[in-house]
């Protein structure tokens, strides 16, 4: 058997800096648990634009469909904020998306115990939390034509357009109700039914998916009304599922429920390929962070847990995602902390790298 491949695509700001401490945990469980991975690493968004004049180039996207599974960092930051649209850092990542067809992000919000104090919210409000967003990402207002910023009368208007087809609603769906299943069988469907058509198709196709998934409790909240519930009472959730924008909204709110942007992980999964295994893209949910980027205060561990999901989803390795997610709550359960859990004035943050060395310490020598 040829060992399971993976790109890596640490990206701009914090992205390298984050993706230093998984390649520690990388190289661990090539040491301790014989699994050794194919790594290759290329350039993404601003530092690929700044090299190439593109932020993705057509040999880096060949490779990601070539390899077992991407890990991204984060991409973007103010030195690229006026490039043309096409060019953009961010138009590196949702070429990949778009290509690679991932159309479920699944987007976890878990409150560790020992964070439960640090979340923004009410201990009792988070405590114990564990949530699924599963954004839709390949369609949606993000990709929908028309596009663009017209001339009209005398004046500019700038357009995107809203719009999903039965089949993308349904398979993004049919993924939410299939995790439902081996979770806590409770699905909320969020979208604007009230105000747009999008919102009518996706709430009858939601419907209609659910009549497959009889032991799954399905109900469905404006997407408005699902931003104030997830900060009044989070915990009614299990599984959420909505659309590209609306996912995107809801999954840095629910980031707060854990205590920090810098603990949210997510996976971007296309539909089951040959071998079984769906096409995968890891990345946390936070972006490059320009305000700390390059000062060692980046909180790796969104990043790690992408790394944890993708042992699980792209790897079978459900074990390890496990022991690992169990060696990020042992530190913090030590009392480790980067400075964004601190929040302003917090004493004694660790530095990125210490916080890694910390987690791979945590793994053991097992
Ligand atoms: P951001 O997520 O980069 O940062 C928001 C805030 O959270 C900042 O104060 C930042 O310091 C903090 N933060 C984020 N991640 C952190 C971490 N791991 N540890 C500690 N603090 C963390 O969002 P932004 O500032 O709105 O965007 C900056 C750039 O990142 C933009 O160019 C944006 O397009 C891009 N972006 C990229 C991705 C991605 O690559 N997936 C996601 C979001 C934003
Ligand atoms: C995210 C980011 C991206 C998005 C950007 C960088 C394209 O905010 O992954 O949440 O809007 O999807
Ligand atoms: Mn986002």
Same mark, same amino acid.
């Given at each position: 058997m040829p060992n399971p491949s993976l790109l890596i695509l640490p990206g701009d700001g914090i992205g390298p800096e984050v993706m230093a401490e998984v390649r520690k945990v990388i190289d661990w469980f090539g040491t301790h648990?014989?699994?050794t991975f194919d790594v290759t690493e290329d350039l993404v968004g601003g530092c690929a634009y700044d090299k190439?004049?593109?932020?993705?180039t057509d040999e880096t996207m060949a490779q990601a469909q070539r390899v077992d599974a991407v890990l991204l960092g984060a991409v973007g930051g103010p030195k690229y904020d006026d490039l043309d649209f096409s060019v953009k850092p961010e138009r590196g990542l949702l070429r990949l998306r778009k290509e690679m067809d991932l159309f479920a992000n699944l987007r976890p919000a878990q409150c560790f115990d020992a964070l439960a104090d640090f979340s923004s919210l009410k201990k009792d409000v988070v405590a114990g939390l564990d949530i699924v967003i599963v954004r839709e990402l390949t369609?949606?207002?993000? !990709?929908?034509?028309?596009r663009g910023i017209i001339e009209e009368g005398n004046e500019r208007v700038g357009i995107n357009t809203q719009r999903y087809t039965e089949s993308e609603i349904e398979r993004v769906c049919r993924s939410a109700f299939e995790l439902a299943m081996r979770r806590g069988k409770k699905l909320c469907s969020m979208e604007k039914a009230n105000v747009m058509e999008s919102g009518v198709l996706w709430r009858q196709i939601a419907t209609e998916v659910g009549k497959d998934y009889p032991d799954v409790e399905l109900s469905h909240m404006y997407a408005d009304n699902g931003a104030m519930q997830l900060v009044r009472n989070?915990?009614? !959730?299990?599984v959420i599922v909505t659309d590209n924008l609306f996912g995107d909204l809801l999954s840095d709110a629910a980031a707060m429920l854990t205590g920090?942007?810098?603990m949210l992980p997510s996976a971007s999964l296309g539909a089951p390929m040959e071998n079984g295994r769906p096409k995968a893209l890891y990345e946390p949910v936070?972006?490059?962070?320009p305000d700390i980027?390059?000062?060692?205060?980046?909180?790796p561990i969104a990043c790690i847990l992408s790394f944890a999901m993708a042992l699980r989803y792209? !790897?079978?390795?459900g074990d390890d995602a496990m022991a690992l997610e169990g060696a990020v709550e042992a530190v913090l359960a030590q009392g480790l902390r980067t400075a964004d859990l601190l929040?302003?004035?917090?004493?004694?943050p660790v530095t990125t790298s210490e916080m890694g060395d910390a987690i791979v310490a945590a793994l053991g020598a097992g």
């Open positions: 648990r014989n699994l190439h004049g593109t932020p993705l369609s949606g207002i993000y !990709f929908g034509e028309p989070p915990k009614q !959730f299990d920090s942007l810098g936070h972006g490059s962070a980027a390059g000062q060692g205060k980046a909180n792209s !790897f079978d390795r929040g302003e004035d917090g004493k004694d």
